[in-house]
T-cell receptor, first 114, second 112 residues
Framework: SQTIHQWPATLVQPVGSPLSLECTVEGTSNPNLYWYRQAAGRGLQLLFYSVGIGQISSEVPQNLSASRPQDRQFILSSKKLLLSDSGFYLC?????????????FGAGSRLTVL | AQKITQTQPGMFVQEKEAVTLDCTYDTSDQSYGLFWYKQPSSGEMIFLIYQGSYDEQNATEGRYSLNFQKARKSANLVISASQLGDSAMYFCAMTGGFKTIFGAGTRLFVKA
């Protein structure tokens, strides 16, 4: 069966510090991978998605970047965090291919920037 | 551009009664998918139900059904026989191409 792991679960970082959130998927090959951000009490904002190794599409211009160094690994990074980067970050995967595929989410990473 | 609208920030329902959560969408795509996800207070996102744009029958999954009205571009979620464990945030979502976008969500409170 497929599983998705996301870490760290919680982190508190000072403004200007770097960030790295990691997500890995097991039990499937060549998945579509996604990073979403959820502000407190709000909906999910799509940040990045990837349909293959090294292929990253950015949805929102911002202080963040994403990379996919391996087929089932997706990393969200920042060189210098801003206060506005605080939020709940969710990684998700779906079956490869265009269309109506169910998203399976990781447990999320709650980031607080002070 | 695609858009999902959920106009009910919060809803209350009595235990064992049915409740409808509203969702309207906008897209120029002919082929798309509509979803509902549940987010309990733990933060995890749980897939509930899916409806394809070409599906003629409304989707059902246990106590969940999706009332799909294509001409009105609506995809309302109906929860029958509400339970206390149904208290959560509910998000309507749409997939077109590789992307899935979400609405702002509706917080459902089930009263005993």
């Amino acid at each position: 069966s497929q599983t998705i792991h996301q870490w760290p679960a919680t982190l508190v970082q000072p403004v200007g510090s770097p960030l790295s959130l990691e997500c890995t998927v097991e039990g499937t090959s060549n998945p579509n991978l996604y990073w979403y951000r959820q502000a407190a009490g709000r909906g999910l904002q799509l940040l990045f998605y990837s349909v293959g190794i090294g292929q990253i599409s950015s949805e929102v211009p911002q202080n963040l970047s994403a990379s996919r160094p391996q087929d089932r690994q997706f990393i969200l990074s920042s060189k210098k965090l801003l206060l506005s980067d605080s939020g709940f970050y969710l990684c998700a995967w779906s079956e490869q291919g265009v269309g109506a595929n169910v998203l399976t989410f990781g447990a999320g990473s709650r980031l607080t920037v002070l | 551009a695609q858009k999902i609208t959920q106009t009910q920030p919060g809803m209350f329902v009595q235990e064992k009664e049915a409740v409808t959560l509203d969702c309207t969408y906008d897209t120029s795509d002919q082929s798309y998918g509509l979803f509902w996800y549940k987010q309990p207070s733990s933060g995890e996102m749980i897939f509930l139900i899916y409806q394809g744009s070409y599906d003629e029958q409304n989707a059902t999954e246990g106590r969940y059904s999706l009332n799909f009205q294509k001409a009105r571009k609506s995809a309302n979620l109906v929860i029958s026989a509400s339970q206390l464990g149904d208290s959560a945030m509910y998000f309507c979502a749409m997939t077109g191409g590789f992307k899935t976008i979400f609405g702002a969500g509706t917080r459902l409170f089930v009263k005993a």
